[in-house]
């Protein structure tokens, strides 16, 4: 369990840096906390199993192709390829916006997937696979209004202060009656997102389409037209995964 532990933290750090992507040994020993010596024997069995590459002229190391690999059949068999990005790329060429499709884990959320509109200039650029926690943004608090509350509950209760929740709470209701949640300057300062609840075949909370914008000079008939637009994409990949809403 230890030697699982340690691979995985130095995949959080490797993973986790949205600017750097490779690191010396040195910088993985101070930041794992560990001896040199211990991180190379790691370092090279991690390497054997295409977890961690080593750069052959700088000795820096970074994320292996295998994680790629699982990623690529996770992305695979929630029906990313045929029923969701179809609709989240017609959605972006309609919106001129960015467009993402997010999943809950835990205490935070993934972005799995990002389609990016070519023609705007200025945009929101949220990396994929990076976590936020649940409490911030459109995407996550439609997330969270749309889960069953005792989840709900667990995941507000241990992000939020007490004397935070209920006001919190009450917005979560807000935005399940509105089927809709937006944010403004939550994660990044002067960009905003609208987002709608995703549902599978079994009526399961799949994750969230949002949209991702900048909020400056944005009218209040703009901000509509996106609302508009999120729901009804989302309604339309909802029912392509064979989602039936409850009479």
Same mark, same amino acid.
């Given at each position: 369990? &230890?030697? %699982? !532990?340690?691979?995985?933290?130095?995949?959080?750090?490797?993973?986790? *840096?949205? +600017? /750097?992507?490779?690191?010396?040994?040195?910088?993985?020993? /101070?930041?794992?906390?560990?001896?040199? =010596?211990?991180?190379?024997?790691?370092? &090279?069995?991690?390497?054997?199993?295409?977890?961690?590459?080593?750069?052959?002229? +700088?000795?820096?190391?970074?994320?292996?192709?295998?994680?790629?690999?699982?990623?690529? &059949?996770?992305? !695979?068999? $929630? !029906?990313?390829?045929?029923?969701?990005?179809?609709?989240?790329?017609? @959605?972006?060429?309609?919106?001129?916006?960015?467009?993402?499709?997010?999943?809950? %884990?835990g205490l935070e959320s993934l972005i799995v997937e990002r389609i990016d509109c070519p023609t705007n200039s200025i945009r929101v650029y949220d990396q994929l696979g990076i976590r936020i926690p649940m409490t911030i943004g459109a995407a996550n608090k439609v997330m969270l209004a749309h889960m069953p509350q005792n989840d709900t509950l667990k995941i507000v209760n241990s992000l939020l202060k007490k004397e935070e929740t209920e006001n919190?709470?009450?917005?979560?209701?807000?935005?399940?009656?509105?089927?809709?949640?937006?944010?403004?300057?939550?994660?990044?300062?002067? +960009?905003? =997102?609208?987002?709608?609840?995703?549902?599978? &075949?079994? *009526?399961?909370?799949?994750?969230? %389409?949002? $949209?991702?914008?900048?909020?400056? *000079?944005?009218?209040?008939?703009?901000?509509?037209?996106? $609302?508009?637009?999120?729901?009804?994409?989302?309604?339309? $990949?909802?029912?392509? @995964?064979?989602?039936?809403?409850?009479?």
């Amino acid at each position: 369990m &230890q030697t %699982i !532990d340690r691979a995985m933290q130095v995949t959080a750090i490797l993973a986790g *840096n949205e +600017t /750097k992507k490779w690191f010396s040994i040195t910088e993985l020993s /101070k930041e794992c906390d560990l001896p040199a =010596s211990t991180l190379h024997r790691l370092l &090279q069995s991690m390497k054997k199993h295409g977890l961690i590459q080593q750069d052959p002229d +700088t000795k820096l190391y970074s994320l292996g192709n295998t994680w790629l690999e699982y990623g690529l &059949q996770m992305y !695979d068999t $929630i !029906d990313f390829v045929s029923l969701v990005r179809p609709e989240m790329e017609k @959605l972006m060429l309609e919106v001129e916006e960015s467009v993402y499709f997010s999943k809950p %884990i835990g205490l935070e959320s993934l972005i799995v997937e990002r389609i990016d509109c070519p023609t705007n200039s200025i945009r929101v650029y949220d990396q994929l696979g990076i976590r936020i926690p649940m409490t911030i943004g459109a995407a996550n608090k439609v997330m969270l209004a749309h889960m069953p509350q005792n989840d709900t509950l667990k995941i507000v209760n241990s992000l939020l202060k007490k004397e935070e929740t209920e006001n919190f709470m009450q917005m979560l209701l807000d935005v399940k009656k509105a089927g809709y949640a937006i944010s403004h300057g939550e994660k990044t300062k002067g +960009t905003s =997102s609208v987002a709608a609840p995703v549902f599978n &075949q079994l *009526n399961e909370l799949l994750g969230a %389409i949002s $949209i991702g914008y900048v909020n400056f *000079n944005v009218t209040e008939e703009r901000e509509n037209f996106l $609302i508009e637009k999120v729901l009804a994409y989302g309604a339309r $990949i909802c029912a392509k @995964l064979g989602y039936k809403p409850k009479e």
